[in-house]
């Protein structure tokens, strides 16, 4: 069994922070040396309507739509054991770079999914945490398409789902006291592992329609056996 702990309300401040992450040197707002040519604003038409975007600058970087839960009021951080469901439509323009992840502390990275058009039926899924990643091909995912992720941070394996089918399983886990925020953003490629968007794109962008956190529901060693007689 398990309960909702967290339904993303992008437009929430108590749940979310826009323009700004540890994750980046100093918060913000750029990332160079993650080859990023992102400029992070807080401008809710970048983040709060959960259509993630990013636009060019005059002077080449790229004003982009970050938000984390890290500094929110609500501070809400996933844990060991939780699982994270979202459905999410992916950006055509080669240059764009969207992610769901987690972090805290200069890391805790566990990426939900990475999305490149350059390849475009790749997804990349990888624990920073303690190694292990996957890229993979599916017919399923294309520019503009629509995908839904599942992810389990298991203590001992994190699984990834995709459209409801188990696709991998790390076999290495998070560690039982392992937590961290949630960071959903469009970052743009500088070029140095995937190609900078070409001299005629002005705008890009991706949409989270969904995203949710579910946590097993502990139950007492005495209201298990009592459940247990129930069902005989």
């Known amino acids: ?24 040197p100093e918060g913000g707002p750029v990332n160079p040396t993650d080859n990023k040519l992102d400029y992070l604003v807080s401008d809710p038409a970048y983040s709060r309507t959960g259509t993630f975007r990013a636009t060019r600058r005059k002077d080449g970087l790229w004003s982009a739509g970050l938000l984390t839960t890290e500094g929110s009021e609500d501070d809400f951080m996933v844990r060991a054991g939780d699982v994270l469901e979202a459905r ?45 990643n996957l890229y993979h091909h599916d017919e399923a995912v294309r ?3 629509h995908v839904d992720l599942r992810v389990e941070f298991g203590a001992r394996s994190v699984i990834w789902w995709l459209n409801g089918t188990r696709i991998f399983a790390d076999r290495r886990g998070v560690g039982k006291g392992w937590h961290a925020y949630l960071i959903v953003n469009l970052s743009v ?35 298990a056996e009592a459940e247990e007689r129930a069902d005989l």
Request: zero cysteines; proline letters at 8%; charged letters at 20%.
């Open 1 to 24: 069994m398990s309960d909702v702990v967290f339904t993303a309300d992008f437009s929430s401040r108590r749940q979310w922070v826009a323009g700004r992450s540890w994750a980046y």
């Open 88 to 132: 999410v439509r992916l950006p055509v323009e080669v240059g764009a770079w969207p992610a769901i992840w987690t972090w805290r502390d200069g890391g805790q990275e566990i990426d939900v999914f990475e999305y490149h058009p350059d390849n475009p039926d790749l997804l990349e899924f990888s624990n920073h945490v303690r190694g292990g």
């Open 143 to 145: 520019p503009g398409g």
């Open 189 to 223: 490629s500088a070029g140095r592992y995937h190609p900078r968007p070409a001299a005629g794109t002005k705008e890009m962008s991706f949409a989270v329609e969904s995203l949710t956190v579910r946590r097993p529901t502990v139950v007492s060693p005495r209201a």
